[in-house]
């Protein structure tokens, strides 16, 4: 029943979920990592080819070198800085801020769908070199949308070193 009623999330066009549907302006297109969640937990409600083309938009327009945009960037609400005042900055959290801890649902959505653990680990191992910049020994919490995807916002996170600790323990147990 629920995999029937997320057929109705499918966006044929875009070839992933739409972000949201039934709104009085009509179904909202806009590529966001929200859509992983629909592969990544153990009990996901895509599958075949659908979940690969889940993983590979968000891969090719939300995958960072420190986590997954919140926005991808050829939207038109894209906001690739997180900078400024505190109203600046709130707004561009989710217009396209990289957020570190989505590496977590990125990594278990891929491993679940392509089975592939070494590539999995690939993707963790990418994260290692933050462990030695900002607040030694942690991670943070978000990065620019933008290139160089410099870090913003808390230097240490919880929730993001909760995800890799998390997606390494999935991995270990498989």
Do not use: M
């Amino acid at each position: 029943a629920v995999r029937t009623a997320f057929g109705r999330f499918w966006n044929a066009a875009r070839g992933c979920l739409y972000d949201v549907i039934d709104t009085p302006e009509g179904n909202d297109a806009a590529i966001r990592p929200n859509q992983l969640f629909a592969v990544s937990l153990y009990h996901n409600v895509l599958d075949g080819e659908r979940a690969q083309a889940v993983v590979a938009v968000c891969a090719r327009k939300l995958l960072t070198s420190a986590g997954l945009r919140s926005l991808a960037p050829d939207d038109p609400h894209y906001i690739g800085v997180h900078t400024g005042n505190p109203e600046s900055r709130d707004s561009a959290y989710h217009q396209g801020t990289v957020w570190a801890w989505l590496i977590g649902p990125f990594i278990s959505a891929h491993y679940r769908v392509y089975g592939d653990k070494a590539a999995a680990l690939r993707y963790l191992e990418a994260f290692r070199h933050h462990l030695d910049a900002g607040c030694v020994g942690t991670l943070g919490e978000c990065a620019h949308g933008d290139p160089p995807h410099r870090p913003t916002a808390a230097v240490a996170q919880a929730w993001s070193v909760a995800e890799i600790l998390r997606t390494y323990f999935l991995l270990d147990r498989t």
